[in-house]
């Protein structure tokens, strides 16, 4: 029996991070942050050529309360340019998503979110 011919070439992929390996790590340390009265979770959902990212706040000591803190979505077949929802915008490169990340992460906003959560999750 004739060996089949390897029509693929040399598959040299570039690794790159995807949105939702970059949402985990940073949902991960949240729950360090504040001895797990917070955490976080990253919900995939597919929906036609998109999957979005749901990034989560969840106080489990609130019966599992989860507070949305925001939302992506990038094309299954390319992982950039990321959508964000609320305020529409698109990021272009890894890079891009994580300083639009760092920056969410790190307002005035969430930071007010994550004070009213972490004063119930201990009342």
Not at 34 to 43: G, P, Q, S
Not at 95 to 104: A, D, H, I, M, Y
């Amino acid at each position: 029996m004739a060996t089949q011919p390897d029509l693929w070439g040399n598959l040299d992929l570039e690794e790159i991070r995807t949105p939702a390996a970059i949402l985990r790590e940073q949902a991960a340390l949240l729950g360090q942050k504040t001895k797990n009265l917070i955490e976080a979770r990253v919900d995939l959902v597919p929906m036609g050529d998109r999957i979005f990212h749901i990034f989560k706040l969840v106080v489990p000591t609130l019966g599992g309360y989860v507070y949305e803190l925001f939302r992506v979505s990038n094309t299954v077949a390319n992982l950039y340019p990321v959508r964000v929802e609320r305020p529409r915008q698109e990021l272009s490169t890894e890079g891009e998503f994580v300083e639009w990340v760092g920056e969410r992460l790190s307002s005035p906003d969430t930071r007010r979110v994550l004070s009213s959560l972490l004063a119930q999750a201990k009342a």
